[in-house]
């Protein structure tokens, strides 16, 4: 009897495990990812790296939710644009007021592709994430152990 509600409890805690590493992301903008990319635009890939989710704003527009391992790809005209992310629920144009959220504004160049990792910064009482730029290496080394995010868009 007890072997069997070992063996139970052993197999509850691999599949709780299981479902508790498996990261994702939900994207609401059109999704470049292996795309050309235009000279009049710039890539941006968010990336990851925690167990909390949070949501991405771009210009104060929610771009998607993005978890553990998840990542987002998306093209922005050039010029100047501020990306967001927050573990909040909010509107976006009050993005960086709130304890945990950061900014990181970009002046986008036309044919350039820019890697972003979200770092925790945090403890265990607060979620906080900031930006941080990757060289090209370390982005693709990054984005390859990424999952591909839930596209919730349709062009």
């Given at each position: 009897f007890i072997f069997k509600t070992m063996k139970k409890i052993f197999l509850y805690a691999i599949l709780a495990i299981a479902f508790v590493?498996?990261?994702?992301?939900?994207?609401?903008?059109?999704?470049?990812?292996?795309?050309?990319?235009?000279?009049?635009?710039?890539?941006?890939?968010?990336?990851?790296?925690?167990?909390?989710?949070?949501?991405?704003?771009?210009?104060?527009?929610?771009?998607?939710?993005?978890?553990?391992?998840?990542y987002l790809a998306f093209d922005l005209p050039v010029g100047l644009h501020k990306l967001g992310a927050t573990p909040h629920a909010h509107a976006g144009i009050t993005l960086g007021a709130a304890e945990g959220e950061d900014i990181f504004k970009m002046n986008i160049k036309g044919g350039r592709t820019y890697y972003l990792e979200l770092v925790f910064r945090g403890n265990v009482r607060n979620v906080r994430y900031a930006f941080r730029l990757l060289d090209e290496e370390a982005g693709k080394t990054t984005l390859r152990h990424s999952t591909k995010p839930q596209l919730n868009y349709i062009d």
């Amino acid at each position: 009897f007890i072997f069997k509600t070992m063996k139970k409890i052993f197999l509850y805690a691999i599949l709780a495990i299981a479902f508790v590493s498996c990261g994702s992301a939900r994207q609401f903008v059109k999704f470049t990812d292996k795309e050309p990319l235009s000279e009049d635009k710039g890539r941006v890939y968010v990336m990851l790296r925690g167990n909390h989710e949070l949501s991405i704003f771009c210009d104060d527009e929610l771009t998607g939710r993005i978890d553990k391992n998840g990542y987002l790809a998306f093209d922005l005209p050039v010029g100047l644009h501020k990306l967001g992310a927050t573990p909040h629920a909010h509107a976006g144009i009050t993005l960086g007021a709130a304890e945990g959220e950061d900014i990181f504004k970009m002046n986008i160049k036309g044919g350039r592709t820019y890697y972003l990792e979200l770092v925790f910064r945090g403890n265990v009482r607060n979620v906080r994430y900031a930006f941080r730029l990757l060289d090209e290496e370390a982005g693709k080394t990054t984005l390859r152990h990424s999952t591909k995010p839930q596209l919730n868009y349709i062009d």
